[in-house]
Nanobody, 122 residues
Framework: QVQLVESGGGLVQAGGSLRLSCAAS????????VAWFRQAPGKERDFVAG?????YYADSVKGRFTVSRDNAKNTVYLQMNSLKPEDTAVYYC??????????????????WGQGTQVTVAS
């Protein structure tokens, strides 16, 4: 059974930093495309960042967020710096791309974590 577990969310002041982790069991990240999405209340779930052979980012987080992976720990990270109140959302990791839709589509990923709340206070 595949499980993705996110951690590292919390409450932070604007301008602060957080590092999210996504640990997988029953699934190997090392050769997989893994993505981070976020969903604010009343809004759709949006792509944030992804990693496979390279990294890619939504324009809204480019230069502030960094996605990385530790294959030995089977974990993907999202380092978030210079946080803004508009970054407030539940953050989800997703894995196992179907390669039938764009990388930024929620339809593209087979496995999802339960999400971790990030709240940025102004």
């Amino acid at each position: 059974q595949v499980q993705l577990v996110e951690s590292g969310g919390g409450l932070v002041q604007a301008g602060g930093s957080l590092r999210l982790s996504c640990a997988a069991s029953g699934h190997t990240f090392s050769s997989d495309a893994v993505a981070w999405f976020r969903q604010a209340p009343g809004k759709e779930r949006d792509f944030v960042a992804g990693i496979r052979d390279s990294t890619y980012y939504a324009d809204s987080v480019k230069g502030r967020f960094t996605v990385s992976r530790d294959n030995a720990k089977n974990t993907v990270y999202l380092q978030m710096n210079s946080l803004k109140p508009e970054d407030t959302a539940v953050y989800y990791c997703a894995a196992d791309r179907r390669y039938s839709a764009p990388y930024y589509s929620t339809l593209e990923y087979h496995y999802w974590g339960q999400g971790t709340q990030v709240t940025v206070a102004s």
